[in-house]
């Protein structure tokens, strides 16, 4: 039996809603938003809403993929592009860089969950080591959540998924009788370039939306909800995102937004009282908890498939029959964050998020692209109801957005590497993420190498 038979499907369309909403209204909105403003001013809230068509489009490929046999099992994108391809080479280094991000990510939000809750107990968390053992915390309550089972998993989203939204509404209502216009002028700071400029961080919004994907193997009639599950939430986070950042910049100055650790609850400290305010910051600390929940499954339901496939020992991707969770792949994504939190190397699994999710989903629009020719057998499986020249004009936009979102993120690396010297960089830990994913794809390579020759070395059947 393969391991991810023994996966529970515990999870139906509202805690899919859940985990998809989860991750996207999490540390992009409430926190990256808010810093990319430097780039290009409250044109912040434009950029959202152009973001929105190409990431929407991403999304058509895994709704066609999903709704193939491969919709029921986890693998995602490593899945649909190496069963398109036939190959596993490319599909495992942009799995293993996706793992590396993820992990980098994960540690991220623990950090920032920490910086929001010392909202909540202002004088209780302003030291450094109070805050990293409170990341901790939260770190250690996921990783028990995902071990006893992906039931609890759903359930723990949708709860804080309900105090989430009613906590934007409490934001955003009364917000916008407090917009002050003169907050988003000049619109657009530093003109073009800092308009396209801000394009990479603040797709760290909506970067993650396919984790959903991880989960297909766990959701109940997975092939018929998962697509419609992606462009429904997508669609409406994107309103919500939107509604947010009009009522962000509108009420405080970018320049204050910027320079606070918590600048939604700054904001609704402006026209909410106290009570109110702070519930804000509970939806806010809701909001990052979502998103380290979802992030938390990613790394381990990958490396479910991938030991089916041979690349990684197999007792990593094992599944507890009593449990129905891969115990191992947590618990070495559980350690592997806490490293980077407590070494305060977070940037470098974190930074090359960006750059390697923007390099699946080109990939994966491809894949889609050429699954008539390249795998006619999976292109007949098909059943989502989306016409085929949608789809094709789909991944053809998202194509061209994922390749111009790297060209940035290169050229701006490129300008960072020109004008700071390596032992620079080094000791700022600001390496770039050019330099970052070129390292991880090496040893993703040496990895798959080793793979390849561990798996030949095995006996058949």
């Known amino acids: 039996m393969p391991a991810h038979a ?41 950029a959202h809403l152009v973001l929105a068509v190409p990431v929407l489009a991403t999304s058509v490929p895994y709704c066609v993929f999903l709704s193939t046999p491969l919709g029921l099992e986890p693998g995602g994108e ?39 809750l010392g909202g909540l107990a202002p004088g209780r968390l302003d030291g450094a080591s ?20 992906v039931r609890w998993f759903g359930r723990l989203q949708v709860a804080m998924l309900a105090v989430l939204g009613l906590s934007i509404v409490v934001l ?31 797709f760290f919004a909506y970067a993650g939306f396919e984790s959903l994907a991880q ?82 499954l990613v790394p381990s339901r990958l490396a479910v498939v991938l030991a089916e496939d ?14 129905g969770t891969p115990v191992a792949a947590l618990t070495l994504t559980f350690a592997a964050a806490v490293l980077l939190l407590v070494g305060g190397q977070i940037a ?17 629009s491809l894949a889609l692209l050429l699954l008539p020719a390249m795998n006619p057998a999976l292109f007949r499986t098909v059943t989502v109801s989306i016409p085929l020249g949608a789809q094709r004009a789909a991944a053809v936009v998202s194509m061209v957005a994922m390749g111009a979102l790297f060209l940035l993120q290169v050229k701006g690396d490129l300008g960072t590497i020109a004008s700071r010297s390596f032992g620079e960089r080094i000791a700022g830990g600001s390496l770039t993420a050019v330099e970052l994913s070129v390292v991880w794809a090496g040893v ?8 390849r020759r561990r798996a030949a070395g095995l006996p058949e059947g």
């Open 172 to 202: 955003v209502v009364p917000g916008i009788f407090a917009v002050h216009l003169s907050h988003y002028r000049p619109f657009f700071t530093h003109g073009l370039p800092g308009f396209a400029a801000a394009m990479p961080p603040l």
């Open 444 to 451: 993703g390579a040496l990895l798959y190498a080793v793979g």
């Open 348 to 364: 470098l699994g974190l930074n090359i998020a960006v750059f390697a999710l923007v390099g699946l989903y080109l990939l994966h």
């Open 215 to 296: 989960a297909a193997g766990e959701v109940r009639d997975s092939t018929r909800r998962l697509p419609r599950v992606f462009l429904l939430g997508i669609a409406g986070t994107t309103v919500l995102y939107l509604l947010m950042s009009v009522v962000t910049f509108g009420v405080l100055p970018g320049a204050r937004l910027q320079a606070s650790a918590a600048p939604m609850t700054e904001v609704a400290a402006v026209y909410l009282p106290g009570g109110a305010a702070l519930f804000v910051t509970l939806g806010a600390l809701m909001a990052i908890a979502t998103s380290l929940n979802s992030t938390m």
């Open 6 to 46: 023994l996966l529970r499907r515990d999870l139906g369309t509202l805690e899919a809603y859940a985990a998809l909403i989860g991750i996207l209204i999490g540390a992009g909105i409430f926190k990256v938003t808010s810093q990319s403003w430097a780039l290009t001013g409250p044109s912040v809230i434009l």
């Open 310 to 323: 041979g690349l990684v020992p197999g007792w990593i991707g094992a599944v507890s029959p009593r449990t």
């Open 78 to 116: 490593y899945a649909h592009i190496s069963r398109t391809f036939g190959g596993r080479g490319v599909a495992f280094v942009g799995a293993w860089l996706k793992c590396i991000s993820y992990i980098g990510a994960l540690a991220f939000l623990a950090a920032t969950f920490a910086d929001y």
């Open 130 to 149: 109070a805050r990293t053992a409170t990341a901790l915390v939260s770190l250690v309550l996921v990783y028990a959540i995902h071990v006893v089972g």
